[in-house]
């Protein structure tokens, strides 16, 4: 384990002597970006989703069963609208969507939340607190960025109050 995870608070580090998963599950999350051109996104129900939908999506080699990733829609919406839960730790590595000479990084996952007010991109870039976040730093072009621990708070504080409560209870912050 790295220095950061063995930095426990009391409550979770007990529960984890008490040998509960699900604290432990909080520590390894990790939380996403993905980013999505308007021919994938607009596939899944005109690009609204329905929680629950189950898809392959392109991720980061590092993800794992438990973490989270928002999604960015790119191009048309060029908004933060949906956040989806990895569902295993099966990932493979298959054809990128879009350049068909590179290769890309796919996992399972379930949208476990459509924001209702998604963030659009305008309101992400006048955020002085996420001017060297690397998502906005490289206009949104890869397919995942990982969001660290400060970013996700600017973003939750970003977020209208009820999707924020929704991000918090399926993002366990």
């Given at each position: 384990m790295d220095d950061q995870k063995l930095a426990?608070?009391?409550?979770?580090?007990?529960?984890?002597?008490?040998?509960?998963?699900?604290?432990?599950?909080?520590?390894?999350?990790?939380?996403?970006?993905?980013?999505?051109?308007?021919?994938f996104w607009e596939q899944l129900h005109g690009?609204?989703?329905?929680?629950?939908?189950?898809?392959?999506?392109?991720?980061?080699?590092?993800?794992?069963?438990?973490?989270?990733?928002?999604?960015?829609?790119?191009?048309?919406?060029?908004?933060?609208?949906?956040?989806?839960?990895?569902?295993?730790?099966?990932?493979?590595?298959?054809?990128?969507?879009?350049?068909?000479k590179r290769r890309a990084w796919y996992c399972?996952?379930?949208?476990?939340?459509?924001?209702?007010?998604?963030?659009?991109?305008?309101?992400?870039?006048?955020?002085?607190?996420?001017?060297?976040?690397?998502?906005?730093?490289?206009?949104?072009?890869?397919?995942?960025?990982?969001?660290?621990?400060?970013?996700?708070?600017?973003?939750?504080?970003?977020?209208?109050?009820?999707?924020?409560?929704?991000?918090?209870?399926?993002?366990?912050?």
């Amino acid at each position: 384990m790295d220095d950061q995870k063995l930095a426990l608070p009391c409550a979770i580090g007990s529960a984890l002597w008490r040998g509960n998963p699900a604290a432990l599950s909080v520590l390894s999350m990790q939380r996403w970006l993905w980013v999505t051109q308007p021919q994938f996104w607009e596939q899944l129900h005109g690009g609204g989703l329905d929680d629950g939908v189950e898809v392959n999506w392109t991720c980061d080699r590092t993800s794992r069963r438990g973490d989270v990733a928002l999604l960015y829609r790119a191009e048309v919406a060029k908004d933060i609208a949906h956040l989806f839960r990895v569902d295993d730790d099966e990932l493979w590595e298959d054809v990128h969507p879009v350049d068909s000479k590179r290769r890309a990084w796919y996992c399972n996952a379930t949208l476990v939340y459509t924001l209702h007010h998604p963030l659009p991109l305008p309101v992400l870039r006048a955020e002085p607190r996420l001017q060297s976040w690397p998502a906005l730093d490289l206009n949104m072009h890869a397919l995942a960025f990982e969001i660290d621990p400060p970013t996700w708070r600017v973003l939750l504080e970003l977020a209208h109050p009820r999707d924020r409560i929704e991000l918090r209870k399926h993002s366990r912050a």
